[in-house]
């Protein structure tokens, strides 16, 4: 399952699907790690290197530990953060995907 900020929609997205949407930057080291995976810079897969386009967070969580109250307890917050309206002190939510094993949450880059 997943869930996009624009449309304040549940939505399903294949995870193969952020890969044709987003770019992961591996020349930059991650911008975090933790137990259940990590956060990596990104841009979206239109930009180009003489285009000010924001770059993206992108959080690649794990879903293998999890146990399913956990896994819903996820869901369940990204659906509620695609609803949160624009803040200035709120990072957007922008997109997620999923598959059986992963879970990526895209998110303005707060650099």
Known sequence: MGCGASSNKYQVRSLHGW???YVVDME???LGTGKFGCVRLGYPKT???NQTVPPVALK???KKGLS???RTFLRNTCQR????????????QLDVFEDDDH????Q???L
């Open 19 to 21: 890969q044709s949407k």
């Open 28 to 30: 930059s080291p991650p």
């Open 47 to 49: 930009w180009s290197r």
């Open 60 to 62: 690649f969580v794990f």
């Open 68 to 70: 399913d109250a956990q």
């Open 81 to 92: 953060h695609a609803k949160v309206p624009p803040h200035p002190h709120v990072v957007r």
């Open 103 to 106: 879970l990526i949450v895209v």
């Open 108 to 110: 303005e880059a707060m």
